[in-house]
Nanobody, 120 residues
């Protein structure tokens, strides 16, 4: 499986961005697809994830402003980010794996990352 993330950029605080991640490989539509982020000097953290079907999972600190969605026909996963804050500045990565759960365990496939910078 190969993942290609896009959609990052520079935005002012309060603005919005939509990240996209396209997956190749026919099995990707059944995999867990998730978004992570890593801010400078901090550990990588899970933002949100989705199984092939069913409700999304959000890390507690990400609930409310971020919305994850996926299109299994492509397959692709998206992250809509609203009311962005400077502390959301990070490299955002999409990742996928076959084995549950979303929130723990190793992810097998990673995209290259896309930079999101939120100015104050």
């Amino acid at each position: 499986v190969q993942l290609q993330a896009s959609g990052g950029g520079l935005v002012q605080a309060g603005g919005s961005l939509r990240l996209s991640c396209a997956a190749s490989g026919h099995t990707a539509s059944t995999y867990i697809m998730s978004w992570f982020r890593q801010a400078p000097g901090k550990e990588r953290e899970l933002v949100a994830g989705m199984y092939g079907s069913g409700p999304p999972y959000y890390s507690d600190s990400m609930k409310g402003r971020f919305t994850i969605s996926r299109d299994n026909s492509k397959p692709a996963v998206y992250l809509q980010m609203n009311s962005l804050k400077p502390e959301d500045t990070a490299v955002y990565y999409c990742a996928c794996k076959a084995v549950p759960p979303i929130s723990t365990g190793r992810y097998d496939y990673w995209g290259q990352g896309t930079q999101v910078t939120v100015s104050s």
